[in-house]
């Protein structure tokens, strides 16, 4: 192809992505959409009809792992419909600073239902169905009609009038189960499943004569400019295609660039069209939603046990999964062990060479917490910033470390500590980045024959007590022996990066899914006896406490005759 034609065919793709980036940003005529924080920190759309006057209120919440931008279809054509519309970000998704808990979306709810003074429609999607039942069933949120799209929520005996919608082919909620409630009139989209509900038009024009109904409005005729927001996202995806068509050929040197760009291009293009009715992928929150509520089950096992501490950290990289002709890793997990519970508080898979000293600039730092490390992880600039954050940390030290005695004291060498000193850094560099005092003990390890020295910035504690707290480190070796032969995490059904990340991430999960049953559970049985159970009853449709009770033993039998069995001797 000539560089002319190339040039033509560059110029109408960039023509098309433009021209889908401007439709793909149309609303309804009259339809304004700002941004606002609800209740001093709750991120909202806030959708504002055409006419003056009063409007009726709708509030809208979405479902897991989505955001305010999910609703935008619903929301606009309610706001055409003469609704002021309020699309909010639950805690852990979209925009909203506070942490995910299943628990906190009700109680979001209703500070917004109180900021707002009153809500005539409500409308929640999957998650944000429940979350808004929760509200009606404790008696802050009154709406004339409750929609719940992809849910099957309990609204209590005195609650609203219910619509459910779902599509045919919906995973969560089959159809069959929600024909069979008779509290609620039901509408069912012929083609769409659960993640499509919301952009579906067999649902949203439904949602929208019934709000309608429920106010004492006329339904206006259905939004169209859905179509050109969607013709645009369209015309945006063929315009990156024939952009990285027209990409000039690179040198065999750096093929890796086009390699780059390409899937760079696609994103960019989806990204333009899309974000203002999708929004933003809130996949930080999900991957701690699980460790957030194990933490906050209150384990009461700790790995050890002073009562003062209120969290204790043990950070540890694991190499994990190996090409086939070779011994290097794939994937290095680094893994952040709260010793109270022995629950994994922080992870993170990455390449096999990054280095441990910068996982330190990723791992949450909360207050009064100690963070035991080995040495591989001492770099002062990012142990300074724990100090700042008023976390404690206990790393082992390494030997070219300078540093002059400001302090020294007195210690039992009979117990194997050789000096507890108070320190500073003497090299500049060190000194520049760690201005503050340092506790430096040095402890001989029988067991090992070797000379551990420990620095810290707790200054008060004994000296044995820092020792043990270094020892306690071991427990990170512990958990990686016990996931690596309960979860099936020795060896890997894919060698790929993706294959690995995919089968490391899911055994944290299940580790943690089984350690919040135990303990909601109150179980006496071991993890090991609980993943046992459940594994050889997996497809069986039975509640987990009836599941995992303890079963009485039956009362051992008298032999009929003990002569005779004794009288061989493999019976005992």
């Given at each position: 192809?000539?560089?002319?034609?190339?040039?033509?065919?560059?110029?109408?793709?960039?023509?098309?992505?433009?021209?889908?980036?401007?439709?793909?940003?149309?609303?309804?005529?009259?339809?304004?959409?700002?941004?606002?924080?609800?209740?001093?920190?709750?991120?909202?759309?806030?959708?504002?009809?055409?006419?003056?006057?009063?409007?009726?209120?709708?509030?809208?919440?979405?479902?897991?792992?989505?955001?305010?931008?999910?609703?935008?279809?619903?929301?606009?054509?309610?706001?055409?419909?003469?609704?002021?519309?309020?699309?909010?970000?639950?805690?852990?998704?979209?925009?909203?600073?506070?942490?995910?808990?299943?628990?906190?979306?009700?109680?979001?709810?209703?500070?917004?239902?109180?900021?707002?003074?009153?809500?005539?429609?409500?409308?929640?999607?999957?998650?944000?169905?429940?979350?808004?039942?929760?509200?009606?069933?404790?008696?802050?949120?009154?709406?004339?009609?409750?929609?719940?799209?992809?849910?099957?929520p309990n609204l209590g005996e005195h609650g609203?009038?219910?619509?459910?919608?779902?599509?045919?082919?919906?995973?969560?909620?089959?159809?069959?189960?929600?024909?069979?409630?008779?509290?609620?009139?039901?509408?069912?989209?012929?083609?769409?499943?659960?993640?499509?509900?919301?952009?579906?038009?067999?649902?949203?024009?439904?949602?929208?004569?019934?709000?309608?109904?429920?106010?004492?409005?006329?339904?206006?005729?259905?939004?169209?400019?859905?179509?050109?927001?969607?013709?645009?996202?369209?015309?945006?995806?063929?315009?990156?295609?024939?952009?990285?068509?027209?990409?000039?050929?690179?040198?065999?040197?750096?093929?890796?660039?086009?390699?780059?760009?390409?899937?760079?291009?696609?994103?960019?293009?989806?990204?333009?069209?899309?974000?203002?009715?999708?929004?933003?992928?809130?996949?930080?929150?999900?991957?701690?939603?699980?460790?957030?509520?194990?933490?906050?089950?209150?384990?009461?096992?700790?790995?050890?046990?002073?009562?003062?501490?209120?969290?204790?950290?043990?950070?540890?990289?694991?190499?994990?999964?190996?090409?086939?002709?070779?011994?290097?890793?794939?994937?290095?997990?680094?893994?952040?062990?709260?010793?109270?519970?022995?629950?994994?508080?922080?992870?993170?898979?990455?390449?096999?060479?990054?280095?441990?000293?910068?996982?330190?600039?990723?791992?949450?730092?909360?207050?009064?917490?100690?963070?035991?490390?080995?040495?591989?992880?001492?770099?002062?600039?990012?142990?300074?910033?724990?100090?700042?954050?008023?976390?404690?940390?206990?790393?082992?030290?390494?030997?070219?470390?300078?540093?002059?005695?400001?302090?020294?004291?007195?210690?039992?060498?009979?117990?194997?500590?050789?000096?507890?000193?108070?320190?500073?850094?003497?090299?500049?560099?060190?000194?520049?980045?760690?201005?503050?005092?340092?506790?430096?003990?040095?402890?001989?390890?029988?067991?090992?024959?070797?000379?551990?020295?420990?620095?810290?910035?707790?200054?008060?504690?004994?000296?044995?007590?820092?020792?043990?707290l270094y020892r306690q480190r071991r427990q990170?070796?512990?958990?990686?022996?016990?996931?690596?032969?309960?979860?099936?995490?020795?060896?890997?059904?894919?060698?790929?990066?993706?294959?690995?990340?995919?089968?490391?991430?899911?055994?944290?999960?299940?580790?943690?899914?089984?350690?919040?049953?135990?303990?909601?559970?109150?179980?006496?049985?071991?993890?090991?006896?609980?993943?046992?159970?459940?594994?050889?009853?997996?497809?069986?449709?039975?509640p987990l406490p009836e599941l995992l009770a303890?079963?009485?033993?039956?009362?051992?039998?008298?032999?009929?005759?003990?002569?005779?069995?004794?009288?061989?001797?493999?019976?005992?």
């Amino acid at each position: 192809m000539s560089a002319r034609a190339n040039w033509c065919i560059a110029a109408a793709a960039f023509a098309c992505l433009a021209a889908g980036v401007a439709l793909s940003n149309r609303v309804e005529p009259g339809v304004q959409v700002k941004t606002v924080t609800l209740a001093g920190d709750i991120p909202a759309l806030q959708f504002i009809p055409a006419d003056s006057g009063p409007h009726p209120i709708a509030l809208l919440a979405h479902g897991i792992t989505a955001s305010k931008e999910t609703l935008f279809r619903f929301s606009e054509a309610f706001a055409a419909a003469g609704f002021e519309c309020y699309a909010v970000d639950l805690p852990g998704h979209g925009e909203s600073a506070r942490p995910f808990s299943f628990n906190e979306n009700a109680p979001t709810l209703d500070r917004v239902v109180r900021s707002l003074g009153s809500v005539d429609v409500f409308l929640g999607h999957s998650m944000g169905a429940y979350a808004g039942a929760g509200s009606v069933r404790d008696g802050n949120l009154r709406p004339r009609l409750f929609i719940a799209v992809g849910a099957s929520p309990n609204l209590g005996e005195h609650g609203p009038p219910l619509l459910l919608l779902a599509g045919r082919f919906d995973e969560a909620f089959p159809p069959a189960r929600l024909k069979a409630r008779t509290d609620a009139r039901l509408v069912l989209s012929p083609w769409c499943d659960h993640a499509f509900e919301p952009w579906d038009s067999y649902l949203v024009d439904p949602a929208v004569r019934a709000a309608c109904a429920a106010v004492g409005k006329i339904p206006p005729a259905a939004p169209t400019r859905w179509h050109w927001r969607l013709a645009g996202m369209v015309l945006g995806v063929l315009g990156a295609l024939g952009l990285a068509f027209c990409l000039p050929a690179f040198p065999t040197r750096w093929a890796w660039v086009r390699a780059l760009l390409v899937p760079a291009i696609y994103i960019a293009a989806i990204t333009l069209t899309s974000g203002t009715w999708l929004g933003p992928d809130p996949d930080a929150a999900r991957r701690t939603a699980l460790s957030g509520r194990a933490d906050r089950s209150g384990f009461a096992q700790s790995g050890l046990r002073t009562g003062f501490f209120r969290h204790r950290f043990v950070s540890e990289p694991v190499p994990l999964g190996y090409y086939a002709r070779s011994q290097m890793a794939v994937v290095r997990l680094h893994l952040l062990l709260s010793l109270q519970g022995n629950l994994p508080a922080w992870a993170a898979v990455t390449k096999p060479h990054f280095p441990d000293c910068k996982t330190l600039d990723h791992i949450p730092a909360l207050p009064g917490a100690f963070y035991i490390m080995d040495r591989s992880y001492l770099d002062f600039v990012r142990l300074y910033r724990l100090q700042e954050a008023g976390a404690l940390f206990v790393v082992r030290c390494l030997r070219h470390v300078t540093f002059r005695v400001v302090a020294s004291h007195p210690v039992d060498k009979s117990t194997g500590r050789r000096c507890d000193q108070i320190i500073r850094l003497t090299s500049d560099w060190s000194a520049q980045s760690y201005p503050q005092r340092l506790r430096r003990i040095r402890v001989y390890d029988a067991g090992n024959q070797v000379n551990l020295i420990l620095l810290t910035n707790q200054m008060a504690l004994p000296a044995p007590v820092i020792t043990e707290l270094y020892r306690q480190r071991r427990q990170v070796e512990l958990f990686f022996k016990w996931i690596k032969q309960h979860l099936r995490i020795r060896n890997f059904y894919g060698r790929s990066q993706n294959a690995v990340r995919c089968q490391i991430w899911s055994a944290i999960c299940a580790y943690l899914m089984v350690a919040i049953v135990k303990k909601t559970a109150n179980l006496r049985k071991s993890l090991n006896e609980i993943l046992q159970i459940i594994s050889v009853n997996i497809f069986e449709q039975c509640p987990l406490p009836e599941l995992l009770a303890e079963q009485p033993s039956p009362p051992s039998e008298k032999p009929a005759d003990t002569q005779l069995q004794n009288s061989f001797p493999f019976n005992n």
